[in-house]
């Protein structure tokens, strides 16, 4: 069959592969390529924690976040749950997050789609004495040097090109495609002039330490401890309009008191590696479609970037909605019939 709709995703993070590979699945009439400087394991992505849970954000609705969170929970869970597990990088992952005063929101939106979400008992709080409340529950860890290769060969299968390439501006893609879709994190500052977004510094190491197997979070965001599958990420720092992406010796030991602190035996852990990556934080993640005049035509560009701390949790339902903006470019780009 003529492909016959041309699409380019700009990105290789988790947010344009999962786009990608959601727009050549259920649009096979559209030839999809997929557009990056960076790959695996160059991206941000891939040295995220990958754990899935996720602040509120302000101005977007809460229903419309709560189809996020939970396309991507589900989406995630039924990889853990098959054979592909290993190789896609998932798993399933119980543990604490502890707060040290009682927060204002208890039951954070997202708890009813976790799995097993309850508070603490004081019993369990023991363990933690500087810590008042906390919420025990199983969620999903999703390991994105192994998650996005693999995403990768699923979008080849399927038809889906790739090529490495700095792109310096829409106008550059607007003659070669049909459709734009935008998902270059913090690029989009520079690719589409957002002065909205922001890097927010975060630094994480990679210690083995393969008896700790639940992850511990201080809800305050600062400290982390999360088991995964060849190691513990901990972390962390949150260092808002700080660019620097070398690893800053000051925050590892922070980071290894702050972790000590809250799971002792860590003091005998081997550090495997240090990772410094920038967030791409906004407001409010754009997950929108405009029609911008390039080269004297009006092209549709749907926008997915700006999701802060939360890609990895957010990455298929936010994909599942992009991929809902294309389809409607489709339908205007669609001849209409002359009445
Ligand atoms: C320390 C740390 C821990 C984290 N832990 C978690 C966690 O536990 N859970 C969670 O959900 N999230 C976590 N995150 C957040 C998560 O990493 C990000 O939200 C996510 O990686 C963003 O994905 P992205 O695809 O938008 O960006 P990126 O991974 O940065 O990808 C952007 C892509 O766009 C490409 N690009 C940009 N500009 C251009 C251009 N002009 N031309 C061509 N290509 C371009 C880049 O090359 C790259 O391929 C963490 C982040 C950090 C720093
Ligand atoms: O905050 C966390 O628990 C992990 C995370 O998403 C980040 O560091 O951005």
Redo the contacts with the bound molecule.
Sequence with gaps: MMKSVRVVV???????FSTAVCIVEALPFCSVTL?????SPN??????????F?AQFPDIPLQRQKHWFKDSFDHLLAIAQSQCAPEAGVMLSSGWQIFKEVPAVKKPFWSEFVIGFRLMTDVELKRFPDHKFGQAFTTLKCE?STYLPWLEKRFRKAGGQVEQ????NLQELSNSFDIIVN?????SK??VGDTQVYPVR???LKVEAPWVQHFIRDGDGTTYI?PGIRSVTI??TRQEGDWRLQVDDRDTKGILERCSRLEPSLNKAKILSEWV????SRKNPRVEREVVELQGRPVPVVHN?G?????????WGTALDTLGLVKQSLHEMAPQPKL
């Design positions: 700009v990105g290789a993070g988790v947010i344009g557009m990056a400087d960076k790959f991206t941000t992505s891939d040295g995220a924690a990958g754990i899935l996720a994105c390439r700095k792109v310096n998902c270059s994190g913090l690029g520079a690719l975060g630094q994480v999360y972390g962390g990556g920038l967030r791409p970037y999701h802060g701390g939360w890609g990895v949790t957010l990455a």
